[in-house]
């Protein structure tokens, strides 16, 4: 992470409202971030990524508002902070416990609808 750290509002219910249907829009490019993440292919996660920062303009209100900047205040930021805001939310504890548990709960969910429907009757 920088050195400079930026606080940052924890998430709530309305930021998982606002950012999901942005995300299922783009599942593509998601699911292609994920996969490179998984793979360990330093040059595949970087194409994917940047590929993933065409969501930024859905997504600078709603990382604005977690900065509790205006969206006109964030774009008016140096571009190197961006980097700053987007490690902010990735890093941050609330993100990766929500995510996490979300990823526990459907793997489960999957799982038990696999084994039910595997089941003899």
């Known amino acids: 992470m920088s050195e400079r750290v930026l606080e940052r509002r924890q998430l709530t219910v309305g930021d998982v409202l606002a950012v999901f249907p942005i995300l299922?829009?783009?599942?593509?490019v998601v699911q292609d971030l994920l996969r490179a993440a998984g793979s360990g292919n330093e040059s595949e996660l970087v194409a994917a990524g940047l590929t993933a920062l065409?969501?930024?303009p859905e997504l600078a209100p709603w990382i604005a508002s977690l900065y509790e900047l205006t969206p006109e205040e964030l774009l008016a930021r140096p571009a190197a902070e961006l980097v700053d805001y987007i490690e902010g939310i990735?890093?941050?504890?609330?993100a990766r416990a929500f995510f996490n548990r979300l990823a526990q709960l459907l793997g489960t969910?999957?799982?038990?609808?696999?084994?039910?429907s595997s089941s003899p009757t």
């Open 109 to 116: 969910q999957t799982g038990s609808k696999r084994q039910s």
């Open 90 to 94: 990735v890093t941050g504890d609330d």
């Open 54 to 56: 065409s969501l930024l």
């Open 24 to 28: 299922s829009r783009n599942r593509t």
